[in-house]
């Protein structure tokens, strides 16, 4: 089976440092960022397989992020977090994210790994 | 307590601090006296005009009316005074024409037209022929005076050149005031002869006693000189001198009023009467006369005050209750004022609610995936090993729930204060609590806050509340202003030594020129669509004012708005 790798990235970076550290533990390999940009400049250089994004990010949401990450890198997948539960967003949510999946902050470390496995 | 402070109604001693500009429209005391003198004004100026003129209407009604009687009771006087005399003149006339003198002359026959004249006429005393050399031929009368030479007096050689003499009241041979009567008769053949009668005086007072009616009237008769005629009551005896002044010649009756050197006034009616040397005179006393006037007089005061009395009492009474209704009314409005900010601050806490939610989840993620961590080292892991990188979770979890409770404190501290208590406050440090509950909005807007706090102000006592409520509007108005990306600065600075300046500048959209004047008013709104209520703005610069403070506003479309506000270093100071 080969090695999954996962892009986190939220503004919170205690938060994205821990997800890593435990999706780790589950067998899935995860970089983090903080910021689109840093964002953006690592998905050049690296190849993912699944990107994980908060909604709400500094300066960018997270649903142009995704727009330009495709751009990039076209085959990647993606599953986004979000701390605000309004059903306007959730709805947004799906309808922008596709295929993508959409999960509520604090999101269930076992069903994100579930979700990233079945993505890929 | 006094009685009068009993009486005092609630307006008189209030103070509403939440009238704003307008406080002068609340000042109860005020209206009061306005009302009260403008009520009373218009009620008391017809009433006290009619009753001055009634006043004088009245006085010189009474004044003339005097003046008419005093009038008509000289001239009828006169009139039956001029008749008592001339009838008994014109009797001698036709006397001595109708008689030859040979026919008076005669023995007992001036006797008998004595006695005749006394009992048709009456008042003649006795009767004599006085031939033309002045020596009395004939006499009938109770006194003898057969003989007497009259030759050489006074009054024979006027009635010898005039025809006929009437003489003042005058004592003579007799020692009893009289009048002298004399007619000439010039037969064509012959010497003229006289024929001379005498009155009694006493028959002209007993004329004029009928009179004399009317408390303090006196009525007699002087001559020319002043002499009285007919005794008078108060201004000497008979045959003294008057003790009036003699007036001065008029052919008709004359009414004047004079001042007696003791301060009496008098008011004085004479007349001349003609073909003789008297004067009628009649005087009364001014004060007897005007004593109904007096009378009037203190009915219309009594009235009048009775009057002004009742009319004070209803004044003060409606306008005490009106003004008292006024402050009820602005009591409610005052409370329902209190009312809506409170509503304006939990509008506030609701929007704020859900960035607050979102803070708080952020923290609460962290800790799900700490806990979750620590789980699975405790599962997969020698617990020895681990025993550092353990702790290391517990202490970001133990952070994570500060930064919650930081959260919450802070939202159950601007919830909380509805009171208006001051404490002492650093500007800054409420500008950072505003700035905190948006923080996350700003971050994600990219919208960047400045803090350009001069160091020099002091910590103020103010109402931490209203202030914070204050900075939150502005900033919630900000941020629907600015676009993202966009700066809100806030410059504080000491404007003098009671008073700092604080500015909140944006440069968003900016108000039009034709918004601007009313931006403060209650229901302005151009958001309406967006749910906004069009009282942020108002209830701000009610608060404000509550604070005894300031607000004012400078906008350049497309450029960006500066509200600025000028605030009291000392809860006593009102800013202008």
């Known amino acids: 089976m080969k090695t999954i790798r996962v892009l986190l990235v939220d503004d919170e970076e205690e938060l994205v440092v821990t997800l890593a550290e435990r999706l780790g533990l589950r067998g899935i390999e995860a970089d983090w960022v903080t910021n689109c940009e840093a964002a953006l400049e690592t998905v050049k250089h690296k190849h993912f397989h699944v990107a994980v994004l908060d909604i709400k990010l500094p300066r960018m949401s997270g649903l142009t992020l995704k727009r330009k990450i495709e751009s990039l890198a076209p085959d990647m997948k993606f599953i986004f977090m979000t701390g605000h539960g309004s059903k306007e967003d959730f709805e947004e949510g799906t309808a922008e994210a596709g295929d993508s999946y959409y999960l509520l902050k604090p999101v269930d470390i076992e069903s994100l790994a579930d979700k990233i496995r079945e993505i890929v | 307590m006094s009685f009068l402070q009993r009486l005092k109604p609630d307006f008189w001693d209030y103070h509403d601090v939440a009238s704003g500009p307008y406080k002068h429209l609340f000042n109860f005391r005020r209206i009061w006296y306005l009302s009260v003198l403008l009520t009373a004004g218009v009620a008391f100026v017809p009433v006290c005009f009619l009753a001055a003129i009634d006043y004088q209407v009245t006085q010189k009604a009474i004044e003339s009316e005097n003046v008419l009687r005093t009038s008509r009771l000289v001239s009828n006087t006169r009139r039956s005074l001029s008749f008592l005399l001339l009838e008994r003149r014109y009797a001698l006339h036709f006397l001595v024409k109708d008689n030859p003198l040979q026919s008076l002359t005669s023995p007992g026959r001036l006797d008998e037209v004595l006695k005749n004249l006394q009992e048709s006429f009456g008042g003649f005393t006795d009767l004599g022929i006085v031939n033309a050399l002045g020596r009395q031929i004939r006499y009938s009368g109770p006194y003898g005076l057969t003989n007497v030479d009259y030759s050489r007096q006074k009054w024979f050689a006027e009635v010898a050149d005039q025809g006929s003499y009437t003489s003042d009241v005058f004592l003579g041979y007799r020692q009893s005031p009289h009048i002298?009567?004399?007619?000439?008769?010039?037969?064509?053949?012959?010497?003229?002869?006289?024929?001379r009668a005498t009155l009694e005086a006493e028959r002209f007072h007993r004329e004029l006693m009928p009179l004399e009616q009317g408390v303090g009237v006196d009525l007699f008769i002087v001559n020319s000189a002043g002499v009285l005629q007919t005794p008078s009551r108060r201004y000497g005896r008979i045959l003294e001198k008057m003790s009036l002044p003699v007036p001065k010649y008029a052919s008709t009756t004359q009414v004047f009023e004079t001042q007696r050197p003791d301060g009496e006034k008098l008011l004085i009616g004479y007349?001349?009467?003609?073909?003789?040397?008297?004067?009628?005179?009649?005087?009364?006393?001014?004060?007897?006369?005007?004593?109904?006037?007096?009378?009037?007089?203190?009915?219309?005061?009594?009235?009048?005050?009775?009057?002004?009395?009742?009319?004070?009492?209803?004044?003060l009474a409606v306008s005490t209750y009106l003004v008292s209704k006024i402050h009820t009314a602005d009591q409610t409005r005052v409370a329902a004022l209190h009312q809506v900010e409170y509503a304006n601050k939990m509008a506030s806490i609701g929007r704020l609610a859900a960035g607050v939610a979102h803070e708080i989840n952020n923290p609460l993620a962290i800790i799900n995936e700490k806990a979750g961590l620590i789980?699975?080292?405790?599962?997969?892991?020698?617990?020895?090993?681990?025993?550092?990188?353990?702790?290391?979770?517990?202490?970001?979890?133990?952070?994570?729930?500060?930064?919650c409770a930081t959260i919450i404190r802070r939202l159950l501290s601007f919830a909380r204060k509805t009171d208006s208590t001051f404490e002492t406050v650093e500007l800054k440090n409420i500008i950072e609590n505003v700035i905190g509950f948006l923080g996350k909005e700003a971050e994600y807007r990219g919208i960047a806050t400045?803090?350009?706090?001069?160091?020099?102000?002091?910590?103020?006592?103010?109402?931490?509340?209203?202030?914070?409520?204050?900075?939150?509007?502005?900033?919630?108005?900000?941020?629907?202003?600015?676009?993202?990306?966009?700066?809100?600065?806030?410059?504080?600075?000491?404007?003098?030594?009671?008073i700092v300046e604080v500015a909140v500048i944006d440069d968003g959209c900016g108000i039009p020129p034709e918004d601007i004047k009313r931006v403060f008013e209650p229901f302005f709104s151009t958001r309406t669509k967006q749910g906004g209520t069009g009282l942020g703005l108002s209830i701000t610069y009610g608060l404000i004012q509550e604070i005894g403070g300031n607000i004012g506003v400078e906008s350049r479309p497309g450029k960006g708005t500066r509200f600025t506000l000028t605030l009291p270093l000392n809860p006593d100071i009102k800013v202008k």
């Open chain 2, 375 to 403: 789980k699975d080292l405790l599962q997969q892991q020698d617990i020895i090993a681990t025993r550092s990188k353990l702790l290391a979770q517990t202490d970001s979890i133990l952070a994570s729930v500060k930064r």
């Open chain 2, 271 to 315: 007349a001349y009467i003609a073909e003789t040397p008297f004067i009628l005179m009649v005087v009364k006393k001014k004060d007897d006369l005007m004593r109904p006037w007096y009378k009037a007089r203190r009915q219309l005061i009594t009235y009048l005050l009775i009057s002004i009395t009742s009319i004070l009492i209803v004044v």
């Open chain 2, 450 to 498: 400045i803090l350009d706090i001069a160091p020099d102000i002091p910590p103020f006592k103010s109402d931490r509340g209203k202030l914070e409520q204050i900075f939150l509007n502005l900033v919630n108005n900000a941020f629907a202003a600015l676009k993202d990306g966009g700066y809100l600065t806030f410059e504080g600075r000491k404007i003098s030594e009671n």
């Open chain 2, 180 to 195: 002298v009567i004399a007619v000439k008769h010039q037969p064509l053949n012959g010497p003229m002869h006289v024929l």
